[in-house]
């Protein structure tokens, strides 16, 4: 995890989700709504595996509750 001005950055190179998710996207939804509940903040993936990116990244902004 980095930290920006806004908030921080995670990265994640290895999904445990990857061949289920190519069928279903649904599984990807949840992950990032169980991170914003975790994480007590709002968080967008900025790359996506699916895409063909070589990983998914998260942004998030600096913790608000």
Do not use: H
Not at 28 to 47: D, F, N, V, Y
């Amino acid at each position: 995890m980095n930290e920006s001005k806004d908030g921080y950055v995670l990265n994640e190179f290895n999904c445990p989700y990857y061949e289920v998710a190519k069928d279903n996207k649904e599984i990807c939804a949840m992950e990032l709504e169980m991170m914003g509940k975790l994480l007590g903040s709002s968080i967008k993936r900025s790359e996506w595996m699916l895409t063909g990116s070589a990983g998914c990244q998260f942004k998030t902004s600096k913790k608000t509750k």
